[in-house]
């Protein structure tokens, strides 16, 4: 147990479908964060949220779109996706401090996507 | 931007040899922090460094930051066959941590 949960852990999609993956964080931290992990691109930060607020959007194509309705609940609403979109997507949480990274990542246990 | 680059890419040894993993950014570092992911799973956080020249222990696990804190190095003694997996560098910049490209290890028994 990570305190950091994810579902689905494992989906595939279509490329005309709509799907969301979804984390839940319940280590009182005040940031969330999508990361996506690729053969290619190893740990690739996508958005941080921070109270709730979008820090950071990592130049990420519009068929990515992040909600964030508090400071415990992450979602990743996924649509008309691209073969090559196939990853490990991360969610994490930690504690920042005046708007840095200042202390460790936790993560959750990620959510396998195939886009057939 | 900044960047954090690890070399190897891959590292192969026998169980019992020591192994190496090291990190090198393009800017200075405010922190530096570690990370293992084992094979089918997600990061796992191992420590954090943060003065310039610091080193620290875990067991087997050597960690050092360099003085001019924009590298660091990982040193593993003795490897055991719990210890693959991928080893990550995360640099701490102005707000964000930037992780390096990894090192994938795998012991032959």
């Known amino acids: 147990e990570t305190g950091v949960t994810q579902t689905p852990r494992h989906l595939v999609m279509g490329m005309t479908n709509k799907k969301s993956l979804k984390c839940e964080q319940h280590?009182?931290?005040?940031?969330m964060y999508w990361y996506k992990q690729s053969a290619k691109k190893p740990l690739e930060l996508m958005f941080v949220y921070n109270f709730k607020e979008q820090t950071e959007n990592n130049s990420v194509p519009s068929r990515f779109s992040p909600e964030c309705p508090n400071s415990s609940h992450l979602f990743l609403h996924l649509h008309t996706l691209q073969p090559e979109d196939s990853a490990l997507y991360l969610c994490a949480s930690s504690h920042r401090y005046r708007g840095r990274d200042t202390g460790e990542l936790f993560f959750g246990e990620g959510s396998r996507l195939t886009v057939l | 931007g900044q960047q954090v680059m690890q070399i190897p890419q891959y590292q192969h040894v026998q169980e019992g040899e020591d192994f190496t993993t090291y990190c090198n950014s393009s800017t200075t570092l405010s922190n530096i922090q570690w990370y293992k992911q084992r094979p089918g799973g997600h990061p796992v956080f191992l420590i954090q460094?943060?003065?310039?020249?610091e080193v620290k222990k875990q067991k087997r696990l050597t960690f050092q930051f360099g003085e001019a804190k924009k590298n660091s190095s990982l040193h593993i003694t003795a490897t055991q066959t719990t210890d693959v997996g991928t080893y990550f560098c995360?640099?701490?910049?102005?707000?964000?941590?930037?992780f390096g490209t990894g090192t994938r290890l795998t012991i032959i028994p």
């Open positions: 280590l009182g931290h005040n940031a």
């Open positions: 995360a640099g701490g910049g102005n707000e964000k941590l930037t």
């Open positions: 460094l943060v003065k310039s020249g």
